[in-house]
């Protein structure tokens, strides 16, 4: 169980609804899940960082299903249990197949792979990849 | 400097330079990055990874580009300089311009923060996203 | 459940009641928490955890309830279940009310966050912060 | 070198630069960090990170040097040179002696370790911990 | 339950169950456990990976033991409650008995313990250690 | 730099220079590594370390050769510079080859990618590796 309180809509003030409500409205689904729920233990911290997750989730250069997999990505390689349910279904639901799964994880598993690779034998940075090619 | 020596093209067996080639003649360029060098140590865990690494990271149900940032992603939070260099001039390479980039930094910093606080509050995982929402 | 047996008050040789013991009389509670009953799998190693635990998280130059909350913030970012809890209950025992729970969660967020951009962008370490700014 | 160019002052847009007069006025100096020039890439990642990082470290509930010491020990445990560096400094700034640097070492090392001891056990969250003590 | 729908023997490809019975071969065992059955969400990325986890673990330089003990070590340093379950099962059947698993632990603590020291002070390695000692 | 002053032998006070001395004797060295020199910013936490690391290290169930080698898989693990290179050279002194380092990061570069898969498909611990197959 959580270790705060987990705040409801029927108990919540009216700072607090808004967000969820809003919430709800972004994602199109009627009820709130335990993330925010958790967040609400401080309304400052929950409308911080709602309103940060709605931004930087928004389609722009990338669009909303990349985003959504780098999301699992990064929760995979940081063991987060919630995070990765929460956003490999986040990811389902805009359309990721599960095919399109097994890639990601090939990746994020070649890539664990190589990471410790590179660190474990201390491999020096090659010229042409300093500042990650950008004056390439 | 790395803790194994880097084997050089020149002094390399046949059967390293084989791969070595194949490299190269995958990735279009005339040059083998430090990488495959230090795993050329052990000829059989350089062909062993050159094969995986070339076969995950081949255009499939992913593209490409989608599949280097998935690696960058992975990469920094692992805290591997050298994977995120190379990996961030292999996206570049592949089309990600500075925007790009910065949303997917975005991305991975903004997922780093709700995974430490998911972990951090213990936040149970909703009964609708269990199973990363298979059947949903 | 557990890789190793948990040794109970009961079946512990007297070596090891006399750990159990002073880890109850230390903490003013009545009984021992599982963490020391699988270290009882090796006494030494038991002796070894319980003497340096007591002593780095004695009160000195910071505080208890400041070491707790830093110990809160290592475990969730290394996804540490058992520790996150122990830690967390630790930290409400000496006086951390949800107010203080929120804001150090917001801060292990942050971090976590602009860890990620800092490494993800490789970015270089400013001359004045350099050594941790010792000489500053 | 950073994987994107930093962006300074006088080249900086007027947006950018009310961001950058804003930090060095927040933290009495007359200079900008180079983790700032690197987000300039992308203003709005910049402008939401420096409103974020400026909010959650005001003194609250917990104080300012609290926080930074919070900030050191997550950066240790994440590898992040530039974050460890900058954290400990502001720190230092903020009245952290070497003593209690040392204090703060020893706790977050020690939290590594019984972190391992206890995932490494897989040990189960005493009934008195769950839910981080809320209801003890 | 798992994100994707793990594959049983019966309902399984024959290319699918040609792996299936060369893991029950290769391990002298009757079943297959979920690990594969998960990845025959990808028959690719099965094959890819049992032939990578065969040929890695089988004896060479470092004895079956040993390797199964440096899996555990790294399990649980990524936290991962899958693998340090499944492996220190695989130590434990390769002979790996309770005082060996208290002092693996024991390393694995201390080694965690002293990386974030290492970090934290941002210690720089010692001449006589550049390059893991090559040149010693 | 180290963000702390690395105690030089001939600035040390008596009791620091002891523990330097035994460092030295243990290892048969006649100089001292810079990590112990920045632990004695601390005494208290000197001697703790030393004393914890001199028996952790010292060969009992598991030889000191494979303790080495355990101590590199979860520094590469967690990215840290200063142990890999200086427990890569302690591993090699201690008759390491090539071969063998070869074949531990094979090991370590397995082990994080199964991690990672295991992780990120969220797969349930089989019934005989519950308890790491201690009733198996």
Chains 1, 2, 3, 4, 5, 6 share one sequence.
């Not at 929460?86 to 990601?104: F, I, N, Q, V, W």
């Amino acid at each position: 169980m959580a270790t705060v309180h987990l705040v409801e809509y029927d108990e919540a003030t009216p700072e607090v609804r808004q967000i969820y409500d809003d919430i709800m409205a972004t994602r199109k689904v009627d009820w709130v899940n335990n993330f925010w729920k958790a967040l609400a233990v401080q309304p400052a911290l929950l409308q911080r960082t709602w309103d940060a997750v709605k931004r930087v989730m928004a389609p722009g250069a990338l669009d909303a299903l990349t985003k959504e997999m780098i999301y699992v990505a990064v929760s995979v390689t940081n063991a987060c249990q919630y995070c990765i349910n929460s956003h490999t279904a986040g990811a389902r639901k805009k359309g990721m197949t599960d095919e399109m799964l097994a890639e990601l994880m090939a990746v994020v598993g070649m890539s664990n792979q190589t990471n410790a690779l590179a660190n474990g034998f201390q491999i020096e940075v090659d010229e042409a990849f300093r500042s990650g090619g950008r004056d390439g």
